[in-house]
């Protein structure tokens, strides 16, 4: 990946914490994948903030109520397969992951059936 475009970046950034988060820490692994998607300055000064869970979730919500124009759903697909590559960088999708993903599809309005057939995809 060549990293998230600008449009898409802080929406990753804030949901790849939430779902690298949604387990009590951040993994390093997950941060690192993170990082590639967003640029690793670019992650370091979100992480700056406070690091909580709920805290990653109003800076999202925040994010997607601050947009001007609806995502496309080829955003949405590439927001959800960063957020994949996030849950999956330390070698497995907890249940926990799963069940932050599926809240986040509600959040960007597509189905957690979505995420769980992108899910079933093989890792590249």
């Known amino acids: 990946q060549d ?3 600008a449009m898409l970046k802080p929406l990753v950034t804030w ?6 988060g949604c387990n009590g820490s951040i993994d390093k692994s997950e ?3 993170l990082g590639r998607f967003v640029g690793h300055a670019y992650l370091r000064k979100a992480l700056a903030g406070p690091k909580k869970l709920n805290y990653f979730r109003e800076q999202l919500q925040a994010t997607v109520d601050g947009r001007q124009h609806p995502l496309s759903a080829l955003d ?5 397969t960063c957020l994949i590559g996030i ?3 330390d070698g497995s999708v907890e249940e926990l992951e799963i069940k932050a993903l599926h809240e986040l599809a509600e959040l960007f ?3 957690p059936l979505y ?3 992108l ?3 093989p890792v590249q």
């Open 3 to 5: 990293g998230a475009d």
């Open 109 to 111: 309005g597509v189905s």
């Open 31 to 33: 941060q690192t994948s």
């Open 115 to 117: 995420v769980d057939s």
């Open 119 to 121: 899910l079933r995809e």
């Open 76 to 80: 949405i697909h590439r927001i959800f």
């Open 87 to 89: 849950a999956r960088a």
């Open 15 to 20: 949901a790849g914490l939430y779902i690298a």
